[in-house]
């Protein structure tokens, strides 16, 4: 489980779904991922998607 900071400056409680937990993709503090909060509770919600780093370098040969 993760603290997540929402973009309206609250704090989230979130858990690995889907592809993330299947592939073991590793998150870090600082990245930025896309929740997806439960209707009826906004302090608690799935991690679904980890968006990647622009400041990583991709080398093209």
Do not use: A, C
Not at 5 to 11: I, V
Not at 34 to 52: A, E, M, N
């Amino acid at each position: 489980m993760f603290r997540v900071r929402l973009d309206n400056e609250d704090l989230s409680l979130g858990y690995i779904s889907g592809k993330l937990r299947h592939s073991f993709i590793r998150k870090l503090p600082g990245d930025r991922v896309k929740i997806k909060v439960s209707h009826y509770d906004s302090t608690g919600g799935r991690i679904i998607y980890r968006f990647p780093n622009k400041d990583w370098v991709v080398f093209q040969l």
